[in-house]
């Protein structure tokens, strides 16, 4: 529960948009082919989370996919 609440905090909102920045650089500079293509294109769902305030695996941890607005949820 404690990685949910870090993820919906605006440090972890910041780690994914910075992590999805990371991935398109990677897949457009350093990975060639196709594969560097999915990976410049999987970089997108980070970012988009990130800024939308949605939490991919947080449905598979039992919360809710999207966090409650100006604060993390408690643990």
Same mark, same amino acid.
């Given at each position: 529960?404690?990685? *949910?609440?870090?993820?919906?905090?605006?440090?972890?909102? *910041?780690?994914? @948009? @910075? /992590?999805?920045?990371? %991935?398109?650089? /990677?897949?457009?500079? @350093?990975?060639?082919?196709?594969?560097?293509?999915?990976?410049? @294109?999987? !970089?997108? /769902? $980070?970012?988009?989370? !990130?800024? %939308?305030?949605?939490?991919?695996?947080?449905? /598979?941890?039992?919360? $809710?996919?999207?966090?409650?607005?100006?604060?993390?949820?408690?643990?």
């Amino acid at each position: 529960m404690k990685f *949910a609440a870090f993820m919906s905090s605006p440090a972890g909102r *910041a780690l994914r @948009v @910075v /992590l999805g920045a990371v %991935m398109i650089y /990677l897949g457009l500079s @350093v990975v060639q082919g196709v594969g560097g293509t999915v990976l410049a @294109v999987a !970089g997108i /769902l $980070p970012i988009v989370a !990130g800024v %939308m305030n949605l939490c991919i695996v947080a449905p /598979l941890l039992g919360l $809710p996919f999207r966090a409650a607005s100006g604060s993390a949820p408690k643990s």
